[in-house]
T-cell receptor
Framework: AQSVTQPDIHITVSEGASLELRCNYS??????LFWYVQSPGQGLQLLLK??????LVQGIKGFEAEFKRSQSSFNLRKPSVHWSDAAEYFC????????????FGKGTRLHILP | DAGVIQSPRHEVTEMGQEVTLRCKPI?????LFWYRQTMMRGLELLIY????????DSGMPEDRFSAKMPNASFSTLKIQPSEPRDSAVYFC?????????????FGDGTRLSIL
């Protein structure tokens, strides 16, 4: 069965600084990978997804993520964060050609310093 | 396009009462998921449906929880009787899984408080 680990529970960065949120997955074949963002009081919003092809995936709000099969990682990056990026970020993994479930990580809460 | 619609947004009730949460998925989506989110346990999948049929309910915590999907545009999650430990945010999500895994689209959730 697939699983996903987000090693950092909290991350604090200064506004304008670069950001990288870590995600490691476990799955025997090529997974489907997702990053979601959750602002307070709201549901999860899809930032980007990887199914196949180019391993560098562009998403909304200036985010990107890179799939590295050798490291079983799918880290989320942004070159310059804005105060509005403060939220909780979830990495998720699904199984190609299997059931419809996707497994979510525990989340990383991003704090932005002014 | 309308997203996933959940009602009510907030529910406060006393323990022992029946609670019904409602969800309208995105039109055309054929899979629907119910999640529970708490600080301690994070986001947990409770049950999911495909083409209105329950596929996996292994996440439903106990018999007090039940879910139905009578048609493609409506689902309910019911807790009877409710207990304080059921307090959480409950999310509904839907996806179109015609050819494998597709992103799930989430509603804004129902914040449930059991007193």
């Amino acid at each position: 069965a697939q699983s996903v680990t987000q090693p950092d529970i909290h991350i604090t960065v200064s506004e304008g600084a670069s950001l990288e949120l870590r995600c490691n997955y476990s799955y025997g074949a090529t997974p489907y990978l997702f990053w979601y963002v959750q602002s307070p009081g709201q549901g999860l919003q899809l930032l980007l997804k990887y199914f196949s092809g180019d391993t560098l995936v562009q998403g909304i709000k200036g985010f990107e993520a890179e799939f590295k099969r050798s490291q079983s990682s799918f880290n989320l990056r942004k070159p310059s964060v804005h105060w509005s990026d403060a939220a909780e970020y979830f990495c998720a993994v699904g199984a190609q050609g299997r059931d419809d479930k996707i497994i979510f990580g525990k989340g990383t809460r991003l704090h932005i310093l002014p | 396009d309308a997203g996933v619609i959940q009602s009510p947004r907030h529910e406060v009730t006393e323990m022992g009462q029946e609670v019904t949460l409602r969800c309208k998925p995105i039109s055309g989506h054929n899979s629907l998921f119910w999640y529970r989110q708490t600080m301690m346990r994070g986001l947990e999948l409770l049950i999911y449906f495909n083409n209105n049929v329950p596929i996996d309910d292994s996440g439903m915590p106990e018999d007090r929880f039940s879910a139905k999907m009578p048609n493609a545009s409506f689902s309910t999650l019911k807790i009877q009787p409710s207990e304080p430990r059921d307090s959480a945010v409950y999310f509904c999500a839907s996806s179109n899984t015609g050819s494998g895994n597709q992103p799930q689209h989430f509603g804004d959730g129902t914040r449930l408080s059991i007193l």
